[in-house]
């Protein structure tokens, strides 16, 4: 599987600021996926990242909260934009794993809490 | 209703006995399913995927009924170090999206 790092690993942020969450892939990949996990909660998709084109948004979240850049194949971020206390969560990142059975590999995750 | 339903117990069981989870999910559309062992504050990792024949890993058997829409791990001869959370995880349709149920947990005790 893929070597994936996070940074940062966590912050703690002042409400109205933004953070920028880098994820790097150590291999090329089509897409990159990124998952919010709030407090208590299970894994939800953001968005999937895909090189040369704009993410797409699951429903519920909106670019200009969550604004993604995948500049190449193998790096993304996600900006988590005018924060506020509800987004404090974990920020994870994934890419795919073998195309005949679609698992994933996640990324060591941003514990984020903002105040 | 979610798409990926579980337990999420706690299920706390001694060393050595068998524990069984069960999952189900909403769309009959779904391609590829996994069971995800997640620890505390730690990313979620993949543990197996779920083969329509059932499949074993050492201590581990899932089942997948397509009929019923259930997924089923079963742990044997649990460990203290099984003690997590474990999530049932659909893909749907080939799309890339991972559907996740809350996750089940299970403490393992000496």
């Known amino acids: 599987s893929a070597v994936i790092s996070q940074k940062p690993s966590r912050d703690i942020c002042q409400r109205g600021t933004s953070l920028t969450i880098q994820c790097q892939v150590d291999?090329?990949?089509?897409?990159m996926f990124w998952y919010r996990q709030q407090p208590g909660q299970s894994l939800t998709l953001i968005a999937t990242a895909n090189q040369g084109s704009e993410a797409t948004y699951e429903s519920g979240f909106v670019i200009d909260k969550f604004p993604i850049s995948r500049p190449n194949l193998t790096f993304s971020t996600l900006t988590v934009s005018n924060m506020s206390p509800e987004d404090s969560s974990i920020y994870l990142c994934?890419?795919?794993?073998?195309?005949?059975?679609?698992?994933?590999?996640f990324g060591p995750g941003t514990r984020l809490t903002v105040l | 209703r979610k798409e990926v339903e579980q337990d999420p117990g706690p299920f706390n069981v001694p060393e050595g006995a068998t524990v069984a989870f069960n999952c189900t999910y909403s769309?009959?559309?779904?391609?590829?399913f996994f069971w995800y062992r997640q620890d505390c504050r730690k990313e979620p990792k993949l543990l197996m995927s779920?083969?329509?024949s059932g499949n074993e890993d050492g201590r581990f058997t899932a089942q997948l009924n397509r009929a019923s829409q259930y997924i089923s791990l079963l742990i044997r001869d649990s460990k203290l170090s099984d003690s997590a959370t474990y999530l049932c995880v659909v893909n749907g349709r080939n799309t890339g999206k991972l559907i996740f149920g809350q996750g089940t947990t299970l403490q393992v005790k000496p």
């Open positions: 779920v083969y329509s």
């Open positions: 994934s890419v795919p794993g073998s195309p005949a059975y679609n698992e994933q590999f």
């Open positions: 291999s090329q990949v089509t897409m």
């Open positions: 769309n009959s559309a779904s391609q590829s």
